[in-house]
Every structure is written in structure tokens, then in C-alpha cells.
């Protein structure tokens, strides 16, 4: 399956990119997709992430087509 | 109802005036009008700040946005909601985000007008960047609790 | 600080605006304002309201006024504040009374500014009689509580 | 003494004055001035009294030159 991965912010710089395409085959978690597109990269404490603008956990499915994004806390306002 | 992103600096007291001026149909209907401002200081954590960076998340934040005045239409009898924020480079005095909330009776023009602000501040993906004097630059880590 | 008994209608967009520029010294100090605005209705208790007289006690007014707004400054690290309030003929729609209040942090601006109207709503000398569509006239009789 | 009496609003109205001198001698309560001011009429419910234009209760004292002011619950804001 085909994924759209964005990164935000201070994540972002950390990583040097803020977009990438995954493709894999097989049921994956949010949290997958971040090992297999940071191999050996935990992902930084307090991160946020979301499937298609929708904040997730972790351990929430991925399908394909969607668009997973990490980000530190927020700081708007 | 406005959601308003916004990448140039903006007058709030115009923004409001021109909103609540352009909805006819609030005349003589409304009774409460609460507003929030949250404006760019020069200073903090003990640093001169002479500048700010303000990304977002195109899409989410707008989404995340709508979804914070629905959650405020179901729990309160609201007439009306202007909300904006600024993205991009930011200086010193400069407002970063207005609320303001037209009801008929005052207690839930504060209380939704509180509520919007706070579920901004930890929901709506937005991350503040900091220039500072010394050229550093820092990210923000955590908003500080409206302590709601 | 400034409190302000106004005979005229005014806008409270550019009232507000018009303190914070005169202040300069406010510039790149404050990060959170609060705004509460009070307005006339058409209707209240099921009946149309073509308008209102507001009275009040000319000295004691302003002096519970100022008393209210020293206790907000007391309780909260506020940097200024406006209150501007009618009296006199009101008209549907027209703004009856405005509380601003600056600080550096939100939460302190949202808590002082609704400190200042509630005390404001239950201790300012200030009466409605209201002008009903059928002529009668009738004085209010008690502020609704805000929920507070 | 000499205490000036002052009515607001609706208390004003149904007296048809809003304002008068009283003149008597002897210690005296802000209630005694209403009674004074007003014999065999009772102060409406839930009126409110104030002294040199700050509130007081009922069985405060009044003092030579006070200004004394009756009203009913505010209504501003």
C-alpha cells in the first residue's frame, strides 16, 4: 500500500525532510509507519501524529492512500 | 462563522468590527460579544524575542479549527464566531490569534469564547519559532496552561 | 487605567483600539487581552423593546467602578484596563458596556475581566427601564447571574 | 445633624423625590434615616443603602454632613 508521510516543525528540521511516499504490503499501525520510514529513529517523546488531518495513537490502523503526519506538542495561539 | 488563516498582519478590533458590521442579521440579537486576543510580546523566557516563524499544517488546522467551534456550538447557544490566526513571520506586537463569540446572555459568550482558546492552544497544529537577539533561533516546546 | 462614563454611543472596536494606541508604552508588553461587550437587545422577557434609559449615581458609579477594577488588580498581574459604560437613551444594538483587560498570560486576562464585569453587573450603581413596542415602560428588576 | 437623602430608579419613582435635607439631633442608624425620611413606609425588599457613596447595611451609623442614598438592586452592565 501507498502512504504520504509529513513531518511539522522542529521534527522536521530534526529529520532534514517533510514529506516522503512509503509503499509496503501488509496491515501496518501509525507507529509502523514511522519505524519503517525512521528505521532505528524513535520517534522523539510527546511527537503527534494523524491519519488524514485526524489525530491518532499510535496503534491506530493505517489503509492505503492515507496521509500520516508526526509533530512535536503544539503551540499555537 | 469565520475560520480565518492568515499570513499578513492583521488589525483584530477592524477584523471584529468588519465581521460583526457585514452580519446583519446580528443586529439586535446578540447581547454578549466575548473576544480574546493573543498578541506577540518582545520578550520571553527571559529573552528579547525579535521575531516569530508560525507554521501550521494546511488542511488539519483548519479542520481541527472547525471541528473546536463545532464542539463549542453543541455545548453552548452561540449566535455567531469569529476566529483568525496568523501564520508565517510575526513581530513584536503583532496579534497571533483572535476569538470572539456573540451569544445572547454573557455567562456562555465567556465560557465558549475560554473553551475555544484553550482547545486551540492544545489541539490546533500550529508551532511557534522564536528569533532571538542574539540571532539564536528556538522552537517552542509546550504552550503553558490557561490553567481552565 | 481608564474608566469611562459615556453619555454617546460608541463603538467599543475603536474604543479599544484607541486606548491601546494611545498607550504606548502597552507595545510588545502584553501577550493576552480579554474583551467582554455588553449590548442592547430587541427583545427581552418576550417582549419587543424599542429602547432604555440608563441611570445611574454620578460619583458613586465611577467610585465602585474604580473600587472593582483595584480588586482585579490585586488578584491578577493585570497591565491595563478599560471599562467604558453608557448611560442615558439607548438604542437596540447600541453597546452598553465594555470591560478590556491586558495582561502578559491568558488565563489572567480571561479571570480578571470576568471578575470585573460580574462584580460590575452586581455592584455598579446603574438602573434599565426599558421601552417597550406598546409604549409601557418597566424597570428591570435584578441581573441575571452569569454563571460564574 | 443634617443628612442628605438621595432615591434612585424605581425607588425615586414610587417616592416621586429624589433627593432631601433631613435636620434632627441624636445618634442615628442609616435605617432611622429611612424612617425618618419616609414614617409607617416600610424600604422595599432587596433595596440596597449606601453611605458617602459606599454600601452599607441598615443598622450602620450615619454621622452630620453623610449623604445617604437608597436604591434598588443594579441593573447595569
Known amino acids: ?77 | 462563522m469565520c475560520i480565518k488563516i492568515c499570513a499578513e498582519a492583521f488589525d483584530p478590533w477592524q477584523a471584529i468590527q468588519a465581521h460583526q458590521y457585514s452580519a446583519k442579521e446580528l443586529a439586535g440579537k446578540f447581547g454578549a460579544t466575548a473576544v480574546f486576543i493573543g498578541t506577540m510580546r518582545d520578550f520571553n523566557d527571559g529573552d528579547q524575542v525579535k521575531g516569530m516563524a508560525l507554521e501550521y499544517y494546511p488542511g488539519m488546522t483548519e479542520k481541527q479549527l472547525e471541528k473546536i467551534v463545532a464542539e463549542a456550538l453543541q455545548q453552548w447557544p452561540v449566535i455567531d464566531v469569529l476566529v483568525v490566526h496568523r501564520v508565517g513571520d510575526i513581530l513584536p506586537n503583532e496579534p497571533i490569534v483572535l476569538v470572539a463569540v456573540w451569544t445572547s446572555h454573557r455567562g456562555d459568550a465567556f465560557d465558549a469564547s475560554r473553551y475555544i482558546m484553550e482547545a486551540l492552544k492544545s489541539r490546533a497544529p500550529f508551532w511557534k519559532k522564536e528569533l532571538l537577539e542574539s540571532q539564536a533561533e528556538r522552537w517552542l516546546v509546550k504552550n503553558t496552561d490557561g490553567y481552565y
Request: aromatic content about 10%; cysteine-free; charged content about 25%.
Open chain 1, 1 to 77: 500500500m501507498s502512504i504520504k508521510v509529513r513531518y511539522f516543525a522542529s521534527l522536521k528540521e530534526a529529520l532534514g525532510r517533510s514529506e516522503e511516499h512509503l509503499e509496503f504490503s501488509g496491515l501496518a499501525s501509525v507507529g509502523d509507519v514511522w519505524d519503517r520510514a525512521n528505521p532505528n529513529k524513535a520517534l522523539p517523546d510527546n511527537s503527534l501524529a494523524a491519519v488524514n488531518m485526524d489525530y491518532v495513537e499510535l496503534n491506530d490502523p493505517v489503509k492505503d492512500g492515507d496521509e500520516v503526519a508526526f509533530f512535536p506538542p503544539v503551540t499555537g495561539g
